[in-house]
């Protein structure tokens, strides 16, 4: 089994900048991708970004070149940071462990909200 703990989400104004930090425990040798999703209530939880062991990435639309995902394989930590922020991008954010760069695992963390004010 995998454990996720994330960190770092809150209140920010729009335009601004955030780093959410997601720690890794248990079987990390399992782990060959880890992401992050979001869901608004009432929406479905859609993928934000991920990266893979070989630091191999996938972005959504809606992120793409004002985010950045990396990993930090020695503290078993994924990061994302989010630029330019907007309103829309609030959301609680989840990190995720798996397989596929586009498809989440099986092991999730408790999620962090992140709410973008206008």
């Known amino acids: 089994q995998v454990q996720l703990v994330e960190s770092g989400g809150g209140l920010v104004q729009a335009g601004g900048s955030l780093r959410l930090s997601c720690a890794a425990s248990g079987s990390i040798s399992s782990i060959r991708v880890m992401g992050w999703y979001r869901q608004v209530a009432g929406k479905q939880r859609e993928m934000v970004a991920s990266?893979?062991?070989?630091?191999?990435?996938a972005y959504a639309d809606s992120v793409k070149g004002r985010s950045t995902v990396s990993r930090d394989n020695a503290k078993n930590t994924v990061y994302l940071q989010v630029n330019s922020l907007k309103p829309e991008d609030t959301a609680v954010y989840y990190c995720n462990a798996g397989a596929l760069l586009w498809e989440p695992g099986d092991s999730w963390g408790q999620g962090t909200q992140v709410t973008v004010s206008s």
């Open positions: 990266v893979r062991w070989d630091d191999a990435t």
